[in-house]
Nanobody, 128 residues
């Protein structure tokens, strides 16, 4: 069974850093494109960052450019989202999603419905 498994969420102070991990359970990571999405209370799920499995193309939402970095470690079957200079905002659930067909460009992450497999999502809270 294909199942992305996230870890690394929690509470962090404004300006701090967190690293989220998305481990591949039941599938080989380098066969799948990976997207990180987040959903805050009362808001729709939004694409934060995505990475293409074939050529490594990455996408970043404007709100996180320069602060977040997505990376793949195929040897460990894991994708990471490094989040720096975190800003105070409402707690959000960060989801890792995987799909073999979604098209990822530097300007497009794919919409949530284009991803077939989803993790449960850790919560990230940035607060003092």
């Amino acid at each position: 069974q294909v199942q992305p498994v996230e870890s690394g969420g929690g509470l962090v102070q404004p300006g701090g850093s967190l690293r989220l991990s998305c481990a591949a359970s039941g599938f080989t990571l380098d066969d799948y494109h990976i997207g990180w999405f987040r959903r805050a209370p009362g808001k729709e799920r939004e694409g934060v960052s995505c990475i293409d499995s074939s050529d490594g193309t990455t996408y970043y939402a404007d709100s996180v450019k320069g602060r977040f970095t997505i990376s793949r470690d195929n040897a460990n079957n894991t994708v990471y989202l490094h989040m720096n200079s975190l800003k105070p905002e409402a707690p959000a659930i960060y989801y890792c999603a995987a799909d073999t067909k979604v098209v990822i460009t530097t300007a497009h992450c794919g919409l949530p419905f284009e991803y077939e497999y989803w993790g449960q999502g850790p919560q990230v809270t940035v607060s003092s």
